[in-house]
């Protein structure tokens, strides 16, 4: 069974778009429930017009995944819009852009969603700094014990919670280095290893 627990929201920006910015005051990329939720909005007065929405895995090839057809908007206010993308690629970069037809092409927006598979947890990115994250599968948010330790296990650091995921800063690393650590829910434990730099 799949846990989808985090998402990592990156703007890739592209050169020249004030035409667009006209016509598209809004576009964002977010998880929903490890599916990606396309949220658009169109400037009052956007005419009838095709609305393509393209995907890949590649920010230099992407294809239309769907169009919503002759979208006319409304002469004098925005209208939004949203699409919901499941045929998501996990654990790397999924790259989105609106084609507006005539009016031009969105910036390139991308969304990692990380998916957790059994009881195998993650740290994302890796190597790790304070500001990454370990994720774990923990639907029921049953009280977790995380117990992590030194490549010579000269320290050592226990942290409890019921939720699926901690920030690596709230298990108070202060050296660089290889580590070792498990996670207990009710009787079942995992292990994994992160480089923290």
Not at 159 to 187: H, P, Q
Request: glycine content about 6%; overall charge negative; proline content about 4%.
């Amino acid at each position: 069974m799949r846990n989808w627990v985090f998402s990592l929201f990156l703007l890739i920006t592209v050169s020249s778009h004030a035409q667009i910015d006209q016509y598209l005051t809004e576009y964002t990329v977010t998880e929903e429930k490890g599916l990606v939720l396309i949220t658009w909005t169109t400037s009052a007065g956007f005419t009838c017009e095709d609305i393509k929405i393209n995907f890949g895995i590649d920010s230099n090839a992407q294809s239309v995944v769907y169009t919503y057809p002759g979208i006319c908007g409304a002469e004098n206010k925005e209208e939004r819009y949203t699409y919901l993308f499941r045929d998501v690629v996990y654990n790397q970069p999924n790259y989105f852009q609106i084609d507006l037809g005539s009016f031009g092409l969105s910036p390139i927006l991308s969304i990692t969603v990380i998916s957790v598979d059994g009881l195998n947890p993650k740290v994302y990115p890796n190597p790790a700094t304070n500001n990454s994250t370990l994720i774990f599968p923990n639907a029921n948010q049953d009280e977790a014990s995380i117990k992590v330790y030194s490549v010579n296990r000269t320290s050592f650091t226990e942290v409890k919670t019921r939720n699926d995921r901690i920030v690596i800063s709230e298990l108070g690393l202060e050296t660089s280095g290889l580590y070792f650590f498990t996670i207990e829910i009710k009787g079942i434990r995992s292990r994994g290893k992160f480089l923290f730099l």
